[in-house]
């Protein structure tokens, strides 16, 4: 595996549904991070993970959004009750433990919701 | 807060006309400032890291300089194949987080 995973690519649902998106990083990445992205704009960040433990969230983040890495390895970013406004390009990326700082990014997920 | 300002939003050359993009960054504590390049329905592709003011680094047709409030992304004699969003994004703290700015769009015709 020589890159970050994302899957489903592509997502289209109903206002008020829910959906999971997954992402594998690359292996012996353990800082896996969300950013959300709309037409237009730079990636915004949403939350990010050292090994399993969720270390940071953005304000972005409301309650209906929920992310989780069990055993530290994949990630899954759940939508609850989704709305129209949630429509973005949700982004996941990794950094290796050794290399640190730069991020390596998945080919991310469009969700449209309509 | 965090700022990054990138400018032009938009930019049209002519195959092998040179030109630069700009980001103005304004935070506390830099880390380092990325380079990453965006193309349509993709995820950003990593260029550059630069840690410090007066560092340059060069990859092919582009180079990118630093200063203490803005980075310099110098595309020479451009190719169709460089078209694409370029996008800077600032780096700080422990929790190496990203701030990006908005992109700017380069449109190179052939």
């Known amino acids: 595996d020589t890159g970050v995973s994302q899957n489903p690519r592509h997502k289209i649902t109903k206002r008020g549904q829910n959906v999971t998106f997954r992402c594998d990083p690359i292996s012996e990445h353990n800082r896996l991070y969300w950013y959300r992205q709309t037409l237009g704009q730079g990636p915004e960040f949403l939350t990010y993970f050292q090994n399993e433990a969720q270390l940071e969230k953005s304000r972005l983040l409301s309650d209906r959004f929920s992310a989780e890495r069990p055993k530290g390895s994949f990630s899954t970013l759940e939508i609850q009750r989704t709305e129209q406004g949630d429509s973005a390009m949700y982004l996941c990326a990794s950094i290796h433990k050794a290399q640190a700082e730069t991020q390596y990014f998945g080919p991310g997920t469009r969700l449209l919701v309509l | 807060e965090d700022q990054v300002t990138q400018s032009p939003e938009a930019l049209r050359l002519q195959e092998g006309e040179s030109s630069s993009l700009n980001c103005s960054y304004t935070v506390s504590g830099l880390r380092g400032l990325f380079w990453y390049r965006q193309d349509p329905g993709k995820g950003p592709e990593f260029l550059f890291t630069?840690?410090?003011a007066g560092e340059e680094k060069e990859k092919e047709r582009l180079k990118a300089t630093l200063t203490k409030k803005e980075s310099f992304l110098h595309i020479t004699a451009p190719k169709p194949e460089d078209s694409a969003t370029y996008l800077c994004a600032v780096q700080r703290g422990s929790n190496y987080k990203l701030t990006f700015g908005k992109g700017t769009l380069l449109t190179v015709n052939p």
């Open positions: 630069l840690y410090s």
